[in-house]
Nanobody, 126 residues
Framework: QVRLVESGGGSVQAGGSLRVSCAAS????????MGWFRQAPGKEREWVAT????????YYADSVKGRFTISRDNALNAVYLQMNNLEPEDTSMYYC???????????????????WGQGTQVTVSS
């Protein structure tokens, strides 16, 4: 059974940084697309970034490009999202998601992923 566990959320002032982590287990991680999504109250779940655990190629939403960096550690079966220059608009619950590869370049919608973590809250104050 696939299991994804996020950690590392918290509160920070605008302009600050946070790193959230996702620990994965229970499937063939090395050939997966791992994504980060976020959802604020009353809003739809929004894609943030995706990484291919096999190639390391990354994809970003325009709203976070240049500020966020997704990375993976295949030895630890972990994926990270480094968030810099945070804005109040980044306040959301952040979710880790996984789906079998290799077409990670088109895995930009919640429906493209079949496994989800429980989420970790990120709050950015102005």
């Amino acid at each position: 059974q696939v299991r994804l566990v996020e950690s590392g959320g918290g509160s920070v002032q605008a302009g600050g940084s946070l790193r959230v982590s996702c620990a994965a287990s229970g499937y063939t991680y090395v050939r997966a697309c791992m994504g980060w999504f976020r959802q604020a109250p009353g809003k739809e779940r929004e894609w943030v970034a995706t990484i291919s655990t096999g190639t390391g190629i990354t994809y970003y939403a325009d709203s976070v490009k240049g500020r966020f960096t997704i990375s993976r550690d295949n030895a630890l079966n972990a994926v990270y999202l480094q968030m810099n220059n945070l804005e109040p608009e980044d306040t959301s619950m952040y979710y880790c998601a996984a789906t079998p590869g290799p077409a990670c370049w088109r895995a930009g919608s919640p429906g493209d992923y079949n496994s989800w973590g429980q989420g970790t809250q990120v709050t950015v104050s102005s």
